[in-house]
């Protein structure tokens, strides 16, 4: 083993368990040949038993000894020094955090049955979509909240989206800077394709969005930024859902009115090298945002994510145990019938 350095040094410790266990068995070979010695004659015990010699058994006692400090060896992990490996992905996979506006400006319905509905709408048949990935949830209006962690379980990213409303960040406005960080702090340490999909009407109020859109690409985060809404502006009208009464909303005895800033988030995905989906108030053309933008960010980060890591060595000390129980296995195997016909 010159050479070889081990990942996990304090596991050597495990030494002393595998004694304890040689030590067990060794005692009760002693034990089971006395208690014999006991009730028969060593004359006898030629005649009327069968078993293996002493040192035999003590061959195969040492043996399974020598099997369990090979297995103790490869879990210390050991490693080449000075040699490397290089280990790359095969299956494209990433992980796509859903960044979804629930200011009350997403209710304008300029879209059909309004923005929100939409989006949410949107958001789970991109979801169907992406059978391999990992997605999380996070719903941003004036502060951010994460509504769902990274998970490969879809059926439960679907739970989240349908209990997500307007009240579920709490303060009212836009803060997408904010969102941008929630979303970056919920994927994981590492490379691997990492993608934030961002569902607004773009009606921001943050001024660090630009600087938190550089800490994305800094995390090595794209952006891919879909804008909902119309880019002249549209009130925004409240329907009651018991009375179907609607009302507009007003501010300061004025009609609210919303409008798609794509400007910004053209900005805030071109940061990041990612891409703006300027959807408008037409129906998401889902095929386009995979083909166009998803499959080859997710591609290209695959190809990319490739780790040089010092060579494993602990296959060594697995083939030495296996030898070293299949010679125990012989060793014990080897008894002499030793009775009269």
């Given at each position: 083993?010159?050479?070889?350095?081990f990942?996990?040094?304090?596991?050597?410790?495990?030494?002393?368990?595998?004694?304890?266990?040689?030590?067990?068995?060794?005692?009760?070979?002693?034990a089971?040949r006395d208690?014999?010695?006991?009730?028969?004659s060593p004359?006898?015990?030629?005649?009327?038993?069968?078993?293996?010699s002493l040192?035999?058994?003590?061959v195969r006692?040492g043996?399974i000894?020598?099997?369990?400090?090979a297995s103790?060896?490869?879990?210390?992990?050991?490693?080449?020094?000075?040699?490397?490996?290089?280990?790359?992905t095969s299956?494209?996979s990433a992980?796509v955090?859903f960044?979804?506006?629930?200011?009350?400006s997403?209710l304008?319905e300029?879209t059909?049955p309004?923005?929100?509905?939409?989006?949410?709408?949107?958001?789970?048949?991109?979801?169907?979509?992406?059978?391999?990935?990992?997605?999380?949830?996070?719903a941003?209006?004036?502060?951010a909240?994460s509504m769902?962690?990274?998970?490969p379980?879809h059926?439960f990213?679907?739970?989240?989206?349908?209990?997500?409303?307007t009240r579920?960040a709490?303060?009212?406005?836009?803060?997408?800077?904010?969102a941008?960080?929630?979303?970056v702090?919920?994927?994981?340490?590492?490379?691997?394709a990492?993608?934030?999909?961002?569902?607004?009407d773009?009606?921001d109020?943050?001024?660090?969005?630009?600087?938190?859109?550089?800490?994305?690409?800094?995390?090595?985060?794209?952006?891919?930024?879909?804008?909902?809404?119309?880019?002249?502006?549209s009130?925004?009208?409240l329907?009651?859902p018991?009375?179907?009464?609607?009302t507009?909303l007003?501010?300061e005895?004025?009609?609210?009115v919303?409008?798609?800033?794509?400007?910004?988030?053209?900005?805030?995905a071109?940061?990041?090298?990612g891409?703006?989906?300027?959807?408008?108030?037409s129906?998401i053309?889902l095929?386009?945002?995979?083909?166009?933008?998803?499959?080859?960010?997710?591609?290209?980060?695959?190809?990319?994510a490739?780790?040089v890591?010092?060579?494993e060595?602990?296959?060594?000390l697995v083939?030495?145990?296996?030898?070293a129980?299949?010679?125990?296995l012989?060793?014990?195997s080897?008894?002499t019938?030793r009775?009269?016909?």
């Amino acid at each position: 083993m010159i050479g070889w350095t081990f990942v996990h040094v304090g596991r050597v410790h495990l030494v002393w368990l595998a004694l304890a266990i040689t030590g067990v068995l060794v005692a009760l070979e002693l034990a089971n040949r006395d208690a014999l010695r006991t009730f028969l004659s060593p004359v006898m015990q030629r005649r009327l038993t069968l078993g293996a010699s002493l040192s035999r058994s003590l061959v195969r006692l040492g043996l399974i000894f020598l099997a369990m400090l090979a297995s103790i060896g490869a879990l210390m992990r050991p490693q080449a020094k000075g040699t490397t490996e290089t280990i790359s992905t095969s299956r494209a996979s990433a992980d796509v955090m859903f960044v979804l506006d629930t200011s009350r400006s997403m209710l304008a319905e300029d879209t059909a049955p309004n923005r929100f509905v939409r989006a949410k709408a949107e958001i789970e048949q991109l979801v169907s979509r992406l059978p391999d990935h990992r997605v999380g949830l996070v719903a941003f209006a004036g502060r951010a909240a994460s509504m769902c962690p990274l998970t490969p379980d879809h059926s439960f990213f679907r739970t989240a989206l349908a209990t997500v409303d307007t009240r579920s960040a709490g303060r009212g406005g836009t803060k997408l800077g904010e969102a941008i960080k929630v979303a970056v702090r919920g994927f994981p340490a590492g490379s691997g394709a990492k993608l934030i999909v961002l569902v607004t009407d773009g009606d921001d109020q943050d001024p660090y969005s630009e600087e938190a859109a550089k800490a994305a690409r800094d995390a090595g985060v794209k952006i891919i930024a879909v804008g909902l809404g119309s880019e002249t502006g549209s009130e925004i009208t409240l329907t009651d859902p018991q009375t179907n009464a609607r009302t507009t909303l007003m501010h300061e005895g004025k009609p609210v009115v919303s409008k798609l800033n794509g400007e910004q988030l053209r900005k805030v995905a071109l940061i990041t090298e990612g891409a703006y989906v300027p959807a408008g108030t037409s129906a998401i053309d889902l095929d386009s945002i995979m083909e166009s933008h998803v499959t080859p960010i997710v591609t290209a980060a695959s190809d990319a994510a490739q780790r040089v890591i010092p060579a494993e060595r602990f296959q060594w000390l697995v083939l030495l145990a296996m030898i070293a129980l299949l010679a125990a296995l012989w060793v014990g195997s080897g008894a002499t019938d030793r009775r009269l016909a």
